[in-house]
C-alpha cells in the first residue's frame, strides 16, 4: 500500500486514503475513531486501515473475537441513528467441545460497542436459546502498533518509536506501553469487567462459560487511550453509555428544530442533524465541527467555517465556537514549513508522533488561502444573525490580523488580487478548497503555474472587507470602515474587468502567475454569487451556465464542465458533485431571486439522498449524468459522515425559504420563500432570537408561501416580503 504520491519533492496523499471500503463501520468521538469491520473487530487486511485511532496514533490495530477458537458468523451489523454505538448479532457456527457438539445457531452473540472520551467500551451479550447447557470458551485477542496516521496512509519511516512493555495488572487489566521518538510514553489500557480465566501469550483473554438453557452472559470491557502520565475514570458500559446520551441530548439543543409534511425530508433533516452533532467535537477552545470521518476527523480552517454558515441561521453558537477556535491557533508569525503568515487562519490541526517530529507540516498547517477571508465573513455574519458585539469585541484583533494578512501576505504579487503559492516543501500545490494538484488548468489541460488567483477568493476577500467594513462601524472605527467600504469597491471593479469571460458567460476558474486566464467553466464561480461582488445581470448568466447540461448532472452541478479537458466524472475534484458545493451555490442563487434554479438545486439533491445509505450525502459522489430510476454514482472513498455534506440540507432550506436574521434590528425576514419540492408545510422550533426562542409555521396556500408566527422573543417581527428587490 502506497497512499502517498510524490511529485516534485512534494507530497500528496492520495484521495484512495481517504475511507475504508463500505462494509467496515466507522465510530467516532472527539480525536478518536474507530474503523471496524462489520463483526465488530479489527483485521489488518486489504488496506491495513481498520483499528482505533487516537490523537493521530493507532492505539488498537488488533482486535479479535471468537467462540471456541472460531469466528461466529454475522447477522446483522449497524451503526445507530445517532451514530454513538455500533450493534452486532451474531451466532455461532457449529462447535464440538468435549465429546459434545454446540448446533449452529442456538447462541446468540450481542456485541455492542461506542467511543467516548478517548475510551472504546464494548458489551458482549451471549444468549442461549438452545434446550441443553452448553459450556464453550470466548476469547478476544488484542493488539496495538501505535503507527502515526500518516504512517497508516502510504508514508513511509526510516524509524519509529517502541513498544518497550506489555504490562498485565490486577483485576484483568493490561497495559501496552509505547515510547515514542517524539518523547511521549502512549499507552493503550484494557481493563476486563472481570478477569480472564487465563490467558494465552500476552495478548488474548479467554473467558469460560457454563450457560444454561435461555441464560445470558455477558462480558464487558473498556481499552482506554492514554497519553504521558494521563489517567482516565473507569466506569462500566452502562456508566458510560449513559453520560454519551446525556450529552447527546444536550447537544441536540444547538440546533433548531425542523420538521415538514414529507417524511423523506424529515428523514434527511434528521440524519444530517445527527451526523453533524455526531462531528462536533470539545477541543480546548471550543466545540468545533470536526471536517469528516475517518481521515479529517479534527479541525480544518476552511470547512468549520462553511459549515458555521451553512447552520448559522439555525445554530449560531456553532459559528460562534468556530471563530473562536480559528482565534485561538492563528498564525503570528512566518513559518514556511508550515505555510504560516501572521494573520492566516488554520487549514488543519493535527496530533500524532509525525506532526510532533516535524516529519510532515500538519501540526498546524495553514496552507489555505481561502480560510483567512473566510474567518472575517462569518465573523460579520455571525454579528448581523446574533448582534453579539462583546464578542467581536473580544475577536476584533484576530479580524483585523486577517485583513492585515489579505493586504499584506495574500497579494503575492501586488496586482490587487489574492494569490497562493506554497512554500513548504510538503505542503499543498492548490490552496482553494479545490486542493488537488491537478484541479487548476487551462483549456487545453496544462495546469496553471502560481502564484494563483482563484475567482471564488476574489468574491471572499470582497465580501470580507464590506463585511469588516460594517464591523468597524459599529465598533466607531469609521476612517477604517471608509477605507475597507473603498478597497471592496476597488477590488469589485477590478475583478469583474479580469475574470468575467463573456464567450464563457461566467467568470473564469483564475489568473495563473503570468495573469493569463484558465479559461475554463467550474463551478467556482457559482461561489462569487454567495457574495455581492456579482452584477445581477451577471448573476442571471452565470446561473443559466451552471444549470446547463455539460454542469449539471441531474443530482446537482458538476466541479467541473463535460466539456473541458480534464473532465472525468470519477475525480475528485474534475467532474465530480459535492453538495457542499451545490448548497453554497443555490444560497446564492437565492440571495439573487433566481428562485426556480434554487428550488432545482434542491430538489436534485434531495432525490439523490434518496437513493444513498441513510440518506446521508457523502463528501462527494461522481459527476455522471442521472439516469432514471438509477442513483447517484458512488465515489468510493469518500468520506461520510462530512460536515460540510451533511450540513447542505440547512443551507438548501435557507436558501428556498430566503430567510435572513438581522438581529440589530430583531427583525426575520422572509424573501418571496418558496417551499422545496414535495413540501406543503415546514415547522421551524427553538429558533434562537437574541436570548429568547422563536417558533414559527410556514405553509403552502393559493400557490405561495405564508408564516404563522407561533410564539416569538419580545421586541421581534417576523415580515414577509412579497414584492420588490431581493436583499443582495
Known sequence: MNDIIQLENKYYVAVNSTYADDRMKVLNHADTFGIFDRWGDVQQIGEEVQGIYHNGMRFVSNLDFRINGKRPLLLSSSVKDENEILSVDLTNPALQTDGSIIPKGVLHLGRSKFIRNGACYEQIKITNYGNERYDFEISLRFDADFKDIFEVRGIKREHRGE????????????????DGLDKVRRITQVHFSEKPDKWQGH????????????????IEYAIHFLIGDEEKQLLSFNEARQRLEREL??????????????????????????????LLANTEHSKYPYAGVPWYNTAFGRDGIITALETLWLAPDIAKNVLRYLANTQAIEANEYQDAEPGKIIHEVRGGEMVAMNEIPFKRYYG???????????????????????FIKSIWKNIEAALYWIDNYGDVDGDGFIEYQHKSLNGLTNQGWKDSHDSIMHAHGALAEPPIALCEVQAYVYDAKKGAAKLAKVLGYDSMAERLEKDAELLKQKFNEAFWDEQLETYVLALDGKKQPCRVVASNAGHTLLTSIVEPEKAKRIAKRLLQDDMFSGWGIRTLSKNEKRYNPMSYHNGSVWPHDVAIIARGFSKYGLSEETLQLTSALFAASLFIELQRLPELFCGFERRKGEGPTNYPVACSPQAWSVAAVFMLLEACLHIDIYAEEK??????????????????????????????????????????VISLPQGWQVLMITEGNEKV
Not at 504490562?167 to 509505547?178: A, D, F, N, S, T
Not at 444536550?250 to 434528521?270: G, H, P, V, Y
Open 163 to 178: 513498544i518497550t512493555e506489555i504490562r498485565h495488572l490486577p483485576q484483568g487489566k493490561v497495559r501496552i506501553y509505547y
Open 368 to 390: 489555505s488561502i481561502d480560510s483567512t477571508p473566510l474567518f472575517v465573513i462569518l465573523a460579520a455574519a455571525y454579528y448581523n444573525r446574533t448582534a453579539d458585539i462583546e
Open 667 to 708: 427583525k426575520v425576514y422572509f424573501y418571496k420563500p418558496m417551499m422545496p419540492l414535495g413540501i406543503e408545510e415546514l415547522k421551524i422550533s427553538r429558533l434562537k432570537l437574541g436570548d429568547g426562542y422563536a417558533n414559527l409555521k410556514l405553509y403552502c396556500e393559493n400557490g405561495s408561501v405564508g408564516v404563522k
Open 249 to 278: 441530548k444536550e447537544l441536540a439543543n444547538i440546533l433548531a428544530r425542523i420538521k415538514t409534511s414529507n417524511d423523506q425530508f424529515n428523514q434527511w433533516i434528521t440524519q444530517s442533524a445527527n451526523d453533524l452533532l455526531s
Open 203 to 218: 495478548d488474548c483473554a479467554i473467558f469460560r462459560v457454563e450457560l444454561e438453557p435461555h441464560k445470558e452472559f455477558t
